[in-house]
């Protein structure tokens, strides 16, 4: 409790991007889109005095494949910021990367038509 003429002690656990990002430009999406999926390399071990957010990282990637995005939701930082720590890691030798799938093709319509048509005939 303050009284007063005291000023209350602020801590609200925020922490800015640039602090997290030690101020360096983001990274551009080419290397790690969206989409890309990201983990942790078999056999390797977190760095030496982690920040929060790489730690973060690394348990997250742990239990197998994530989106960037997913990286980025679950650390609550801007894409951005999540994409310089996970291409970070990857050059640290840490990350595994694997692009997303390609989109599904589209099946021509008329190979549709006659799969329905086979199955109205047998089933009626």
Known sequence: ???PGEEQAVNSGF????V????RGLP???????VTLVTIAPD???PPNPSPEVRAIWE???GGYLSVAEVA???GQPVGVARLLLNDLAEQGHLVRRKAPPPAQLVDRKILEEVLHG???RFG
């Open 60 to 62: 997250l990637c742990s």
């Open 44 to 46: 390797r071990q977190p």
């Open 119 to 121: 199955l109205h005939v």
């Open 15 to 18: 922490v800015r991007s640039y």
């Open 28 to 34: 551009d999406a080419e290397g790690l889109s969206l």
């Open 1 to 3: 409790m303050t009284t």
């Open 73 to 75: 939701g679950h650390l």
């Open 20 to 23: 997290i990002t030690g101020g």
